[in-house]
């Protein structure tokens, strides 16, 4: 079954419940309050009759007479209001009508009567065999009337029994249950219309959502459902939207990672097969006696040269998995970061002097670092190897300075700089800046700065990054300090 249907369904029993329910109560209520309205009413021509036709001797409150015109004339004016009564004196005799015989009022109901109590009654359908007559169902009313004496005393001097067809009590009741009727298929219909398109409305947005799903299974990431912020399902429809930009976001980073990843396949190849042509070469060399005898000594060291350059471009690869992956513990120490950055300085001088560049150590010499030694030798050589390689005759400055429970480096170039797109990817994997650099003998990889980046979180630090075209760049390490126990 459709959703559809399935709300239309329990949107319709809730109303059906709910207007029988009211149904059932009101068409009770409403018998029960014309019998009262009745009941009061006949009350009222009790006391009406009382007034008009009763005589009680103020010497002798057990003479009561009637006033037999006023009786009648009474009697015919509520004949045509489908009203009849009886009047019985203290002694339960009926005195009037007195053209019929009329029994006596019951035991049980004369001691409640006497006691000044109402009594209200609805007889059945009767039928009498004596004379093959029905009488017709009808509700009475008995009320008794006393006299009170000088002495406080009360007297009974009479009962008046005031009855209506239960025939026109009951058309009463079928015109309200009628309209009551209509009123309640109205609203049904009513009630079934709304549902209907409260479903329908509800269906629509969750087939908007289904629609918009199939369209990301069927790869399109761009889809949007719009949302007015209204309720759980414009909520669902926000986590989809959500959902759906991340995976856009995804879609675009593989494939960002795809390109990158066969760039470095390609710049790979062509690193891997540059040394392993001189080696092999080299070898063949040896072994044919082809290279002369004052020469192969420095036909191994190229030959050592080209391995390490090959173990090193293997080397960093395997370094950037294991930094991602957490494989790496961090022995972290506190140690004087001025005489690390010395040495790291004199062992990049070559590079440096190839380049025309200069090196410069500032910030004092007592600037303690608490980092993993080795980590953190990585991270400034990658750092000062990669300012050396975009920088001809030029300046790299290493700052290092104490900050508020932290120790900061900055180091900062005269090269070529970067644009702010550049700027935007420099972390990432397997990207180069400078593309035209590919086979200079310091950017193998490209995976310098991602590891940089890696290391430089691991040990709950920032990295930040400032360039300008032509101007230079600045790396900004900040290294917490040790947290006191």
Known sequence: MKLVYQQLLALLSMVAIVLVLLGLSFSSMTKQYVYQSTWTSLEKYANSLVEQSVRVSSSNPQHVKFDSDSLLNSEVLLRNQSVYFTIYNRDNTAIFPDNVYIPKIKSSDWQKLQQGKIVQKVMDQQAHPANGQVEPAMTDILKPYFYTDQNHHKHLVAVVKAGAYVSN??????????????????????????????????TLRINRLRKATNQVANGNYEVQVPSKNRDEVDDLANDFNNMARSLQESKEEIQRQEERRKEFMADAAHEMRTPLTTINGLLEGLAYDAIPED?????????????????RLVNENLDYEKIRNNQINLNKQQFNAIDTLKRLAEQLAQKATAKNDQISIQGGDDIEVY????RFVQIMFNITQNAIQFTENGQITILAQRGYHETIFKISDTGIGMTKKQLANIWERFYKADPSRTNT????????????????????????????????TTFTVIFPTKTPE
Request: proline letters at 1%; glycine letters at 6%; a positive charge.
């Open 169 to 202: 009590i009951n058309s009463s009741i079928a015109k309200i249950n009628s309209n009551l009727t209509k009123a309640l298929l109205t609203a049904s219909f009513v009630a079934v219309l709304l549902a209907f398109l409260i479903a329908r409305y509800l």
């Open 295 to 311: 020469s192969k000594a420095q036909s191994i060291d190229l030959m050592r040269n080209e391995t390490k350059r090959l173990i």
């Open 371 to 374: 980092a993993d030694y080795d």
């Open 441 to 472: 003998k310091y950017g193998e990889s490209g995976l310098g700065l991602a590891i940089v980046h890696q290391l430089v979180l691991l040990h709950n630090g920032k990295i930040e990054v400032t360039s300008k075209p032509d101007q230079g």
